[in-house]
């Protein structure tokens, strides 16, 4: 990012505080009703769920966020209708916006309705159309990842650092199992398929954001999957540069906020991820 797109240092603190303070709420609040939903409802495919508990997350985030910069555009996932095309027209509508918070209530909604504890709030703040916070909150593991473009990318005070893998052979990996049955998911089995044995071994966990916090951690050395939304990556892309990675879409582009399909890694291994994610889908 350039020296003239950098906002002022005051302002990077105090929305980094609104989306630490937003994160934390709301993953406080989703961890209290774990397993007392009541509403269930379907929404692009009988994989893809929502909660009243999602729609409560995004309304407590939208509120605290509104609260305090109530000029700020925000694009968070349950004001969007499902599917692919309304997801790319939304970032589309709002990405050029001078500020810009974008918001997955809940990533991991299939394993937060069955009890699976990995899921995470997700806030991004775009500056401009260039990820300069990211936060990502798992409430089970009571881990608080939080990135500042130029800054780092800490966990509770912790510098996050990516691994240190040199090849695919020794990298654990993860991808997830896309909710669009149709088109995505067959796309990324092949690409798991052939995958499988080039690396140590893959993990399929069920949360996009949270994966890419643990490419930042270091517990991951790659992420890939097929037709994610930017709810679902900008926070997590940012934590990742900041700790020494590397963020792109399957082919190798850089990231932007309308990257659906990424690759993300230690940046040691990329191009190699890269090379075989591109081979996959000949
Ligand atoms: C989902 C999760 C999952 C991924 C799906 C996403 P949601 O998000 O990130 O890991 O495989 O493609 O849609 O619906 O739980 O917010
Ligand atoms: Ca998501
Ligand atoms: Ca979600």
Known sequence: MNEEKLPPVVGIKSFTAVAINSAAK?????????????????????????????????????????????????????GVEPGAEASSKAIADVKD?????????????????????????????????????????????????????????????????VSKDATLQQSLIATGFPADQRYALPLNMKSLQHLAPKVRNIRVSGSAALHMAYVAAGRLSGFWEMNLNSWDLAAGSLLIQEAGGTVTDIAGNPYTLEVRNIASSNGIIHSELVEELQKSLL
């Open 26 to 78: 709301a993953g406080e609040w989703i961890k209290i009703k774990l397993g007392s939903f009541e509403n269930l409802e379907l929404k692009y495919s009988t994989a893809d769920l929502v909660t009243e508990i999602d729609k409560g997350s995004e309304r407590l985030i939208r509120k605290l966020i509104g609260t305090h910069f109530p000029d700020h555009a925000f694009l968070g996932e349950e």
């Open 97 to 161: 916006a001078e500020y810009l918070w974008i918001v997955d209530p809940i990533d991991g909604t299939t394993n937060f309705v069955h009890g699976f504890p990995f899921f995470c709030v997700s806030i991004a703040l775009a500056y401009k159309g260039e990820v300069i916070v990211g936060v990502i909150y798992d409430p089970m593991k009571d881990e608080l990842f939080v990135a500042e473009r130029g800054k780092g990318a800490y966990v509770h005070g912790k510098v996050l650092t």
